[in-house]
């Protein structure tokens, strides 16, 4: 409990819990004392493998999916590791832009509805290459959708052979499509600027700022014949064209994709993957994605060659994204102005709010004082109380949420 | 009470109470009573008012009389006998107020545990007239103590607020009892905590329900002693600033 509720309190390290004395949280996480840093901390170590991926795959919100179509991205969240004591395999880095030893965590993410799907934990060296087909796999075996939509970034294309790959996978499954941005090899993109001019089709974009002016961006669809193949089986590619105005050169963004859809449709359903960096954002400096245990073995006998255990790596991982699920379904019951609103915009407006609680022979009644949104969630709040839940670590007594009569306190006097 | 009495005789006969059986003290009182109904009129609250002065004015005479006398049941007088003047007023002033409505929501639990919390002597007339004020909702009494009921409020020694972060527990109480299961028989039994003061102990539960202290080992003796880090600038020796002489 302590773990899963760490990341929406937003508690940053485990060894914080030291200085941990609130009985709220105590009571949240099960016990009426607050737990230690040493349970917590030899708790995720000592998790089992196993058991965290049949925590992941029972706890997996394939409903989200299921019989439906789903535009899903799968990409890594890269954790960099610090140690010099053991060997650890090294990755790039690429907001650090340095090789360096790291693990990764690999998130299948629903793109449209802002949900972490499925994760994987894996060393360093892995490449989104070697888990794309595994992970899109996965997706397709565990939520059934009616057709599924992967986007990736170039990571999982860096070879000819592992495009080939994904394009088999959709070849063997009809309620598949796959887009992927192509690497820009220079021999590749010297083709692409090759193009007639007259392939090229242009739109115009707003700016990046209100006011800005608009931006160019030209579209042209082509065949790329991957490395030992022929013409018949070359690849549908998507050219895009920023053009850059002043002296800058043009930015070119080829895809790769099996989609039949026009180029503008695939172009706009590919940026969408920009919401799951932007997860990985806000799981980063909201929910402390990169202080979750690391995989390596610290118990193990050569610090060369350090033991992998995915198990805590993952289940921290998945359970920081399952947090990320659950405060995004509870934005969406909140006033619109806070749908998809950040982790910690949550927090700091509904969740970290002081107050009391009463503890009666039927009932726990967390009476919290007031503040100046409390209003927006009175709502939820009628809807916990009706739901009638109970918590079975306080003999069964019945959580009774409250809100201070007063809904709008006096602001800082003035004259 | 019939509202067609037109003498004093009728109204002892009608009520059954002889006027031979009384004292002459009671007779005056009865008097004047009954000038009190004829002037003030014989609706429910002069009744009621009447009820509640005859009940402690110390004449003497019995309740079932009085009941009687005022209209009442014997019951109801037996229930009007154990209240204050100022719950007479505030139940006169609950049915003035009407009908109930509004109804009592489970979000309201937190500021009525805090009433209760720290009003351990108020009247459920009390609670309703908080309720009114706060949420401008009129309950039922019956209503009020059903909610008090079922989020265990109605005895207000089984209340425990948990205490801050910080607060010492030098005398380790428990949390009040949770009940027995629905089907069991017999009264439920409340270990009910005394009313919390300021600093009241922080109500614990038994040791063993604890986590066992930490086992992580003490650093040994034979450890190097923790880095202070580097000296401070001050304390560092200078460096020589005078070039060294190379050629000589």
């Given at each position: 409990m302590t773990s899963v509720f760490a990341p929406v309190i937003g508690l940053?390290?485990?060894?914080h819990l030291e200085q941990m004395t609130d009985r709220g949280f105590a009571l949240l996480t099960g016990g009426r004392s607050c737990p230690t840093r040493q349970e917590v901390g030899g708790w995720r170590r000592h998790l089992r493998w196993y058991e965290v991926d049949a925590f992941c795959r029972r706890s997996a919100p394939w409903d989200l999916i299921a019989g439906d179509d789903a535009l899903v991205s799968f990409d890594e969240h890269t954790l960099p590791r610090w140690t010099h004591k053991f060997s650890v395999p090294k990755g790039y880095v690429t907001t650090r832009n340095k090789y360096m030893r790291c693990e990764k965590l690999f998130y299948g993410y629903h793109v449209e509805l802002d949900r972490y799907l499925c994760v994987q934990g894996t060393p360093g060296?892995?490449?989104?290459r070697d888990l794309a087909v595994p992970l899109t796999r996965r997706v397709l075996t565990g939520?059934?959708?009616?057709h599924l939509h992967a986007l990736f970034d170039a990571g999982a294309g860096k070879a000819d052979a592992d495009v080939r790959a994904l394009l088999d996978l959709v070849a063997e499954t009809p309620n598949l499509t796959v887009t992927l941005r192509a690497c820009r090899y220079p021999h590749r993109l010297r083709l692409w600027k090759q193009?007639?001019?007259?392939l090229f089709v242009a739109f115009e974009e707003p700016g990046?700022?209100?006011?800005a002016p608009t931006k160019e961006i030209r579209l042209a669809e082509t065949r790329t014949t991957l490395k030992a193949e022929t013409e018949e089986t070359a690849v549908r590619t998507i050219v895009c064209r920023e053009i850059v105005p002043g002296p800058k050169k043009d930015r070119w963004h080829p895809l790769y994709t099996?989609?039949?859809?026009a180029p503008r449709e695939v172009l706009t359903d590919f940026r969408q993957r920009q919401h799951h960096e932007q997860a990985y954002r806000i799981g980063v400096h909201?929910?402390?994605?990169?202080?979750?245990?690391?995989?390596?073995?610290?118990?193990?006998?050569?610090p060369r060659r350090p033991r992998f255990h995915r198990g805590p790596l993952q289940m921290i991982g998945w359970l920081i994204a399952l947090a990320y699920n659950a405060m995004g379904d509870l934005a969406v019951q909140l006033?619109?102005?806070?749908?998809?609103?950040?982790v910690d915009t949550l927090r700091r407006t509904f969740f970290n709010r002081s107050g009391q609680v009463y503890c009666t022979p039927e009932a726990l009644i967390v009476y919290l004082d007031p503040f100046h949104e409390q209003q927006a969630l009175v709502p939820l709040i009628d809807a916990v109380n009706a739901q009638q839940r109970r918590l079975p670590w306080l003999e069964n007594r019945r959580l009774v949420l409250s809100l201070s009569p007063d809904p709008s306190p006096a602001r800082g006097g003035g004259p | 009470m019939s509202t067609d009495v037109q003498s004093y005789a009728d109204w002892l006969e009608q009520a059954a109470?002889?006027?031979?059986?009384?004292t002459p003290a009671q007779q005056q009182v009865l008097h004047t009573a009954f000038g009190f109904l004829q002037e003030a009129g014989s609706d429910y609250y002069s009744r009621r008012f009447l009820s509640h002065f005859l009940l402690h004015c110390?004449?003497?005479?019995k309740t079932a009389a009085i009941a009687r006398l005022c209209g009442f049941s014997r019951s109801s007088a037996v229930d009007h006998r154990g209240l204050s003047t100022k719950e007479v007023v505030q139940a006169a002033h609950h049915r003035l107020a009407g009908r109930a409505h509004g109804k009592l929501l489970p979000r309201y639990a937190g500021p009525i545990a805090e009433f209760v919390l720290t009003h351990p002597e108020a009247s459920r007339y009390d609670t309703l007239d908080f309720i009114q004020r706060t949420w401008g909702v009129s309950v039922s009494r019956v209503a009020l103590h059903r909610f008090l009921k079922k989020y265990g409020l109605?005895?207000?020694?089984g209340v425990a607020a948990v205490p801050l972060p910080g607060a010492a527990s030098p005398d380790p109480e428990p949390l009040p009892s949770a009940p027995p299961?629905?089907?069991?028989?017999?009264p439920v039994v409340v270990t009910a905590a005394l009313?919390?003061?300021?600093d009241a102990a922080l109500p614990l539960p038994p040791p063993e329900f604890f986590l066992p202290?930490?086992?992580?080992?003490?650093?040994?003796?034979?450890?190097?002693?923790?880095s202070t880090g580097w000296p401070l600038p001050r304390t560092a020796s200078r460096m020589p600033t005078a070039r060294c002489s190379a050629g000589s």
């Open positions: 940053r390290r485990v060894f060296r892995t490449e989104l939520g059934r959708p009616r193009l007639p001019s007259g990046p700022y209100v006011g099996s989609s039949a859809a909201d929910e402390f994605l990169n202080a979750s245990p690391c995989g390596y073995d610290k118990d193990s006998p050569d006033p619109e102005r806070y749908h998809r609103a950040h | 109470v002889p006027e031979a059986s009384l110390r004449a003497g005479l109605d005895q207000a020694g299961d629905a089907g069991t028989a017999g009313p919390p003061a300021a202290p930490p086992s992580t080992p003490a650093p040994s003796c034979s450890c190097p002693p923790p």
